[in-house]
């Protein structure tokens, strides 16, 4: 059953707050920046008819214990399905930093690396 789609001042106050975002934010975040005038609950109604919608993106958000690590040369691969977290130490990320930073004029944090993908036991 397809939702009817309503256009509330609310609904476009709130996207228009979310358009002018550069980052990644949290309902609390768009509360604080409405001065707290619409309600928590409409705020996450509204939101989540957003990502029905395909207008913006969810992301489950999760912690991972990350082991550490003395080595200058290191990274994380993180399967997608199991969730198995692998530390890898191997210069050759030296030379993805290394292009990044040139190309990209963008320095990355060493210590936050995590690729993700599928493990061995789930391709």
């Given amino acids: 059953m397809q ?3 309503y256009k509330t001042k609310q609904k476009e106050h709130i996207l228009e707050i979310i358009k002018n975002k550069n980052k990644e934010f949290t309902v609390k ?5 409405l001065n707290k005038e619409i309600g928590m609950t409409t ?4 939101i989540d ?3 029905e919608d395909g207008i913006i ?6 912690y ?4 550490h690590c003395d080595c200058d040369n290191h990274f994380y691969l993180k399967c997608n399905n199991c969730g198995t977290l692998i530390h890898v130490d191997c210069d050759c990320i030296n030379d993805l930093f290394s292009h990044i930073n040139k190309e990209h ?3 990355p944090d060493k210590e ?3 690729i993700n993908g599928l493990c061995k036991k789930c391709i």
């Fill in 49 to 51: 008819n957003l990502v």
């Fill in 29 to 33: 975040d768009i509360y604080q920046e």
């Fill in 112 to 114: 936050k690396i995590i």
């Fill in 57 to 62: 993106n969810k992301n489950e958000k999760y």
């Fill in 105 to 107: 004029k963008f320095k």
């Fill in 64 to 67: 991972q214990y990350l082991e």
């Fill in 3 to 5: 939702r009817e789609k």
């Fill in 43 to 46: 705020i996450y109604r509204l």
